[in-house]
């Protein structure tokens, strides 16, 4: 599976950092909502998901886990 990573940046300069991933991987995803609470939201995005991270250790934690897992 191919996972990319992208910024989205809204507005102004604030940007959160976002990772699609596709739709096969979303029940392995979950478990990043169940560990981050309200820093991890995970949204529909055409063929697949995308993974919005809050806070420096939510989104080292959210790249490690798709490293390792998908």
Known sequence: MTIMEFVFVEGDEQGSPRFFVPALALERCEVLREEHGDNVDI????????????????????????????
Do not use: H, K, Q
């Open 43 to 70: 949204i529909p995005n055409g063929n697949g998901w995308e993974i919005l991270c809050m806070g420096r250790e939510t989104v080292a934690d959210v790249r490690e886990f798709l490293a390792s897992t998908c």
